[in-house]
């Protein structure tokens, strides 16, 4: 599949803002199965410095310093990105979690891919013994990795209710354990704090999945929006596997990839510091197109 993609965010402030600094992880990154055709960044107003980079985990980044006083950001990514993934492998052929656990932890690479930055907790996803005992009624022993990760998938989708207003950024998982309600993030925290408390790599990953509207109606702009799964490491032969408890589908051509790391504070969209008094509001539209 080939998708142009589109995200348009806009912060209007009550109050003039005469300087912001942000970062920014908005443009997809390619790697296996996605391939980046083109990619660019708009911003209003036109920021005095911009440096574009790769951060650790081999993700676009872009830092701007904003000094002309402004009572509104805008900052518009379009991209064309080719999605080509391989097909998963069968769940019950992978092996069994407690050997995907040593080999992960006698692990020696440090590199951004290595499974051995992914096992521990980190900033958003503290250890929940909670959330391990959740996660652990569906690892038996001896049981396949994907197909133990694929059951706990399926049972946080159906036991957890998708609520916007249930949640905020800042939410702490615990809470939204115990509350069995909130948003993509918050599923996917729940799901790595689980795989993690059992010794398995997981890593956060923030993207786009395509929707499809209804039969016969017409897909409306900007309805789409970002979107949030897991990544679990299932073994040196199989790699990296992409799970998504919101859905409960393995990660195909319908996800599209923007970055990779520990946890929402790695990957997060957009964040910085923005000097002046006031409120702001904060729009989001999003826009994942097929062209083939």
């Given at each position: 599949?080939?998708?142009?993609?589109?995200?348009?965010?806009?912060?209007?402030?009550?109050?003039?803002?005469?300087?912001?600094?942000?970062?920014?992880?908005?443009?997809?990154?390619?790697?296996?199965?996605?391939?980046?055709?083109?990619?660019?960044?708009?911003?209003?107003?036109?920021?005095?410095?911009?440096?574009?980079?790769?951060?650790f985990f081999g993700n676009p980044m872009t830092?701007?310093?904003?000094?002309?006083?402004?009572?509104?950001?805008?900052?518009?990514?379009?991209?064309?990105?080719?999605?080509?993934?391989?097909?998963?492998?069968?769940?019950?052929?992978?092996?069994?979690?407690?050997?995907?656990?040593?080999?992960?932890?006698?692990?020696?690479?440090?590199a951004p891919e290595s499974p051995a930055h992914h096992l521990y907790p980190s900033?958003?996803?503290?250890?929940?013994?909670?959330?391990?005992?959740?996660?652990?009624?569906?690892?038996?022993?001896?049981?396949?990795?994907?197909?133990?990760?694929?059951?706990?998938?399926?049972?946080?989708?159906?036991?957890?209710?998708?609520?916007?207003?249930?949640?905020?950024?800042?939410?702490?998982?615990?809470?939204?354990?115990?509350?069995?309600?909130?948003?993509?993030?918050?599923?996917?925290?729940?799901?790595?704090?689980?795989?993690?408390?059992?010794?398995?790599?997981?890593?956060?990953?923030?993207?786009?999945?395509?929707?499809?509207?209804?039969?016969?109606?017409?897909?409306?702009?900007?309805?789409?929006?970002?979107?949030?799964?897991?990544?679990?490491?299932?073994?040196?032969?199989?790699?990296?596997?992409?799970?998504?408890?919101?859905?409960?589908?393995?990660?195909?051509?319908?996800?599209?990839?923007?970055?990779?790391?520990?946890?929402?504070?790695?990957?997060?969209?957009?964040?910085?510091?923005?000097?002046?008094?006031?409120?702001?509001?904060?729009?989001?539209?999003?826009?994942?197109?097929?062209?083939?």
């Amino acid at each position: 599949m080939i998708y142009d993609v589109r995200h348009i965010t806009t912060y209007g402030y009550s109050r003039m803002v005469p300087f912001a600094r942000c970062i920014l992880r908005l443009q997809p990154r390619s790697d296996g199965g996605q391939t980046v055709a083109s990619s660019e960044l708009i911003i209003t107003p036109r920021p005095a410095e911009r440096v574009d980079g790769i951060c650790f985990f081999g993700n676009p980044m872009t830092t701007l310093t904003i000094s002309k006083p402004h009572r509104e950001l805008r900052v518009e990514m379009r991209a064309r990105v080719e999605v080509n993934r391989p097909p998963p492998p069968f769940p019950g052929l992978t092996r069994h979690w407690e050997e995907v656990c040593a080999l992960a932890l006698a692990s020696d690479s440090l590199a951004p891919e290595s499974p051995a930055h992914h096992l521990y907790p980190s900033r958003l996803v503290p250890p929940v013994p909670a959330v391990t005992d959740y996660a652990r009624a569906s690892f038996p022993p001896l049981r396949p990795v994907l197909e133990a990760a694929s059951e706990l998938m399926a049972r946080i989708r159906r036991d957890f209710t998708y609520d916007p207003d249930a949640t905020e950024v800042s939410t702490p998982l615990e809470e939204a354990f115990r509350n069995r309600h909130g948003v993509c993030q918050d599923f996917a925290h729940v799901m790595i704090a689980g795989l993690r408390g059992l010794g398995l790599p997981a890593a956060y990953v923030s993207g786009y999945i395509r929707t499809i509207p209804p039969p016969g109606e017409k897909r409306l702009e900007g309805a789409d929006a970002s979107h949030a799964w897991v990544m679990l490491w299932c073994g040196p032969e199989t790699g990296w596997i992409g799970l998504d408890p919101t859905n409960d589908l393995i990660v195909a051509d319908d996800h599209i990839v923007t970055a990779f790391g520990r946890d929402y504070a790695d990957v997060s969209p957009l964040d910085g510091v923005v000097v002046g008094p006031g409120s702001q509001k904060i729009g989001i539209a999003v826009d994942v197109i097929p062209v083939i």
